[in-house]
């Protein structure tokens, strides 16, 4: 896919995201938030702030690899080995669950509101993220993987499965919601 494409589909879906937050997670009480459907699935507040978690680590690597990228234009993002398996794994559409890293981890975390307006903030990053990408070189390799810091992703690459991500676990917490309307009324 020609960058130009790819970074325009990423910021609809970021934009996407972001609707979705303030039209059915924000309206939520509080219990609904911290719903669990079962001991071992994330409430709301949970999948949001494992996001922010991982949004925390990779937000500021994309900006300085961004600020170091050289103009180029329009070109076909290509793929790494490791850059194409980390996508696969993380699309919304593969069904398989992954663990995630214990630091990754929000459970037993004491977790409010705030988690909401950090979440609400970080896509607004990522939207600047995807516009400063513009007219730069995302095959550029720049940004290490958070569990294994010696692999680097293509700058690309690392916004492609940042947003995938993101998408994957808002998928999960509106399924979450779903299931808080069935038994919580």
């Known amino acids: ?5 790819l970074l325009q589909q990423l910021q609809q879906q970021i934009q996407e995201i972001i609707a979705t937050l303030e039209h059915e997670f924000t309206p939520l009480p509080d219990h609904a938030l911290r719903y ?3 001991l071992e699935q994330w409430s709301v507040l949970e999948c949001l702030e494992h996001l922010n978690r991982y949004a925390r ?13 050289v103009p180029s234009t329009n070109q076909e993002l290509r793929f790494t080995w490791l850059g194409r398996k980390s996508y696969d794994m993380m699309r919304p559409e593969n069904p398989k669950a992954h663990k995630t890293l214990a630091r990754m981890n929000p459970v037993q975390s004491s977790l409010g509101r705030g988690v909401l307006a950090e979440f609400q903030q970080r896509q607004q990053e990522m939207l600047a993220l995807l516009a400063q990408a513009a007219g730069k070189d995302l095959n550029h390799k720049a940004v290490p993987v958070e569990f294994f810091r010696l692999l680097r992703l293509r700058v690309g690459e690392a916004l492609l499965f940042v947003v995938a991500h993101t998408r994957r676990h808002v998928q999960q917490a509106r399924r979450v919601v779903a299931t808080t309307e ?3 009324v």
Do not use: E, F, N, R
């Open 57 to 69: 680590y990779y937000h500021p690597i994309l900006a300085t690899a961004l600020g170091q990228a």
């Open 36 to 38: 669990k459907p079962t």
């Open 182 to 184: 069935l038994t919580v």
């Open 1 to 5: 896919m020609h960058t130009a494409a």
